[in-house]
């Protein structure tokens, strides 16, 4: 009997975290794009390659852990801002701003990036899915400003052109 109740228990903590983890996977989905980190040395060719500077605001969308608006802040001496959903990568990425001590130019705000303002930006990065793009693309141009530099890694803005591509790394900008 005893033995019984253990394989049970066993078999509901698996079936349940199997759940957690489908409910995520489904969760991101829905959201825009799944979580998968850019590498350091991407995300300064993206900052690099969209020229940010002290002038600058950028905003992330989807920010994950909050990498690039860590890095957009640190090197570049950006202000910046990152948008994410997902509580969990939210609630890293506001301690990794604090834990760094940059609180003054970095804000994470928690969210849908498709229901917040980002009018103000002069820099929008994104790895989000094409599909996610798609959707985008026309709250970017009702929103931003001409002239915003927005970066987008592996994933196109089909019916825009981009003024340069780093094509070994899959990074594309372009100006609205």
Same mark, same amino acid.
């Given at each position: 009997?005893?033995?019984?109740?253990?394989?049970?228990?066993?078999?509901?903590?698996?079936?349940?975290? @199997?759940?957690?983890?489908?409910?995520?996977?489904?969760?991101?989905?829905?959201?825009? +794009?799944?979580?998968?980190?850019?590498?350091?040395?991407?995300?300064?060719? @993206?900052? %690099?390659?969209?020229?940010?500077?002290?002038?600058?605001?950028?905003?992330?969308?989807?920010?994950?852990?909050?990498?690039?608006? &860590?890095?957009? +802040?640190?090197?570049?001496? +950006?202000?910046?801002?990152?948008?994410? +959903?997902?509580?969990?990568?939210? &609630?890293?990425?506001? @301690?990794m701003?604090?834990?760094?001590?940059?609180?003054?130019?970095?804000?994470?705000?928690?969210?849908?990036?498709?229901?917040?303002?980002?009018?103000?930006?002069?820099?929008?990065?994104?790895?989000?899915?094409?599909?996610?793009n798609?959707k985008?693309?026309?709250?970017?141009?009702?929103?931003?400003?001409?002239? %915003?530099?927005?970066?987008?890694?592996?994933? %196109?803005? %089909?019916?825009?052109?981009?003024?340069?591509?780093?094509?070994?790394?899959?990074?594309? @900008?372009?100006?609205?």
């Amino acid at each position: 009997m005893y033995l019984d109740q253990g394989i049970i228990f066993i078999l509901l903590i698996f079936i349940s975290i @199997m759940i957690f983890i489908l409910l995520w996977v489904i969760w991101s989905d829905l959201i825009g +794009a799944g979580f998968e980190p850019t590498s350091r040395r991407r995300v300064i060719k @993206m900052l %690099t390659m969209a020229g940010v500077n002290s002038d600058d605001l950028v905003y992330d969308l989807g920010s994950g852990d909050g990498r690039i608006v &860590i890095e957009a +802040a640190r090197k570049f001496k +950006a202000q910046s801002v990152g948008i994410e +959903a997902d509580p969990i990568r939210y &609630i890293w990425s506001q @301690m990794m701003v604090v834990l760094l001590g940059l609180r003054r130019r970095v804000s994470i705000l928690w969210g849908n990036f498709f229901w917040k303002d980002i009018s103000k930006a002069t820099v929008v990065t994104l790895f989000l899915s094409q599909k996610a793009n798609y959707k985008l693309q026309k709250k970017l141009e009702l929103e931003l400003q001409p002239g %915003t530099r927005v970066v987008s890694y592996f994933w %196109t803005f %089909t019916s825009w052109d981009p003024v340069m591509v780093d094509e070994e790394e899959h990074i594309y @900008m372009y100006i609205i």
